[in-house]
């Protein structure tokens, strides 16, 4: 299961009720403090839970999993928090919903919108669960080209009016970067961000993603940091992924280190992702708690 699928497994349910007051970007930054997740795409893959079930049909035994790993916050699809199982095993086993991800299409007018009611509507939802921040990964371009200028000043202007719409309700919503977005020396992440609003639009900055596309993360950490709303973390040698933190070669401690210098606090999501030429010798709750084990001494949280 890849990202974008992940996206379409959230059922509708019961809605939460809305909170009243509005939070500024300066209220979020002082009301907010570094919380470490796990991201829920890891435990979709069906290569890591193979002949079982998909994740909502075993989520009691998974949410388990995470709290015995040392974990006590999840990260999933926004849509989840409309689905009443769900709900009610995230709640069994205490775990937090401090961040969530989302999809869409910006770089198109009449898509984004679309999209953007849609977003604003789970994020109301969102809030009452205590998510601070909404990481979008906007749509690539059919077959995969990359976008011309004139779709990314699009992409831009109608990203820049969600986060206002999000952040009138209390959300950050920040963009998150593939490998695609990387192309071209970061193009697309530098003219969506430096088009946009710091206070509409903030960056998910997801470390591995960064690197795997060519990128430096501390560099992009150094040039965003400021308006970093939250970070994915995920280890690999060269680009290829591996079980746990700790056991590649992505430079996290300098990530760690540009994070400190920029006074970072936000949500730190975990996300391990594996694939035919990992090698995994491990269970991935036990990798789930090494993993834990590594943001506790590195990231100090």
Avoid at 75 to 98: S, W
């Amino acid at each position: 299961m890849n990202r974008r699928s992940f996206l379409r497994t959230a059922a509708a349910g019961a809605a939460a009720l809305a909170l009243s007051h509005t939070m500024e970007a300066s209220e979020m930054k002082a009301n907010e403090g570094i919380v470490v997740a796990t991201q829920l795409f890891g435990w979709t893959q069906p290569i890591s839970f193979l002949g079982q079930p998909g994740l909502m049909d075993r989520l009691d035994a998974a949410f388990a999993s995470i709290k015995r790993a040392g974990f006590d916050n999840v990260e999933g699809d926004t849509g989840m928090l409309r689905n009443p199982k769900f709900v009610e095993t995230l709640k069994k086993h205490a775990l937090g919903f401090p961040a969530s991800y989302s999809g869409g299409t910006f770089h198109i007018e009449a898509d984004a919108e679309k999209c953007i009611p849609a977003i604003v509507a789970d994020a109301k939802v969102a809030r009452d669960f205590g998510v601070r921040a909404i990481n979008c990964n906007p749509s690539v371009k059919a077959g995969g080209a990359e976008k011309t200028d004139a779709e990314l000043a699009i992409q831009a202007k109608m990203m820049d009016r969600c986060g206002a719409e999000l952040r009138a309700v209390g959300i950050r919503f920040a963009f998150h970067n593939h490998s695609p977005e990387m192309r071209s020396n970061a193009r697309e992440v530098h003219y969506t961000l430096r088009n946009s609003s710091p206070q509409n639009l903030w960056f998910n900055a997801d470390v591995e993603w960064i690197r795997h596309g060519g990128g430096d993360p501390v560099k992009m950490i150094e040039e965003y940091g400021d308006r970093t709303a939250s970070l994915h973390v995920r280890d690999a040698v060269g680009t290829q992924w591996v079980q746990a933190l700790g056991e590649g070669d992505v430079d996290l401690p300098a990530v760690a280190a540009v994070l400190k210098r920029k006074n970072f606090a936000g949500p730190l999501s975990f996300e391990i992702a594996i694939d035919d030429h990992t090698k995994v010798t491990r269970s991935i709750e036990e990798n789930h708690r090494i993993s834990r084990e590594y943001i506790r001494r590195v990231f100090g949280v």
